[in-house]
């Protein structure tokens, strides 16, 4: 069973990887207001990419990468490296989702980040994450907060729902 849920984190991971590299690169051929054709194709592209094939692969990454947390029960120092590291990848996803939605507002866009510059932080922060889950390294956990090493035992700041 955690053979398969690893399968399609893995698989999922890698189409949501590969189309936050690629979307940026799209976007950038798709700043040329002129060209009507091509940029309403760009438009078509860009928008069935990231609605049909990126984003249902991040979402299916998320969830069986939480199904294999809660299931392995993964509470390391590394494994919180490994989420803030996803962090980075979920805002990149919003940023191309922004651009995505002004592409097809106004039929081009000119991002406010170069793609390059989207392109190399992804890739880094890719091979980051690929380097902490891999590598596992021995974090020091007195440098993590308080609150995140013991459990409290408290109430909830909000009151339990009734049934």
């Not at 207001?33 to 760009?42: D, L, Q, S």
Request: aromatic residues 10%; proline residues 6%.
């Amino acid at each position: 069973m955690i053979s398969a849920v690893k399968f399609f984190h893995i698989s999922a991971l890698s189409v949501w990887c590969t189309g936050l590299l690629l979307l940026p690169v799209l976007l950038q051929c798709a700043d040329n207001p002129v060209r009507e054709g091509e940029a309403a194709r760009m438009r078509m592209f860009a928008h069935h990419a990231y609605n049909a094939i990126v984003s249902p692969a991040a979402v299916i990454a998320t969830v069986a990468g939480g199904v294999l947390l809660f299931a392995k029960w993964v509470v390391d120092p590394w494994m919180f490296v490994k989420l803030a590291l996803i962090a980075v990848l979920v805002l990149m996803h919003t940023y191309v989702c922004h651009c995505v939605t002004r592409l097809g507002e106004r039929g081009y866009v000119r991002a406010a980040l170069s793609p390059t510059v989207l392109f190399l932080g992804g890739f880094a922060s890719m091979c980051a994450i690929l380097f902490v889950v891999l590598a596992k390294p021995r974090l020091i956990a007195d440098v993590m907060p308080g609150w995140l090493r013991n459990p409290v035992g408290g109430q909830l700041l909000f009151p339990t729902v009734p049934n």
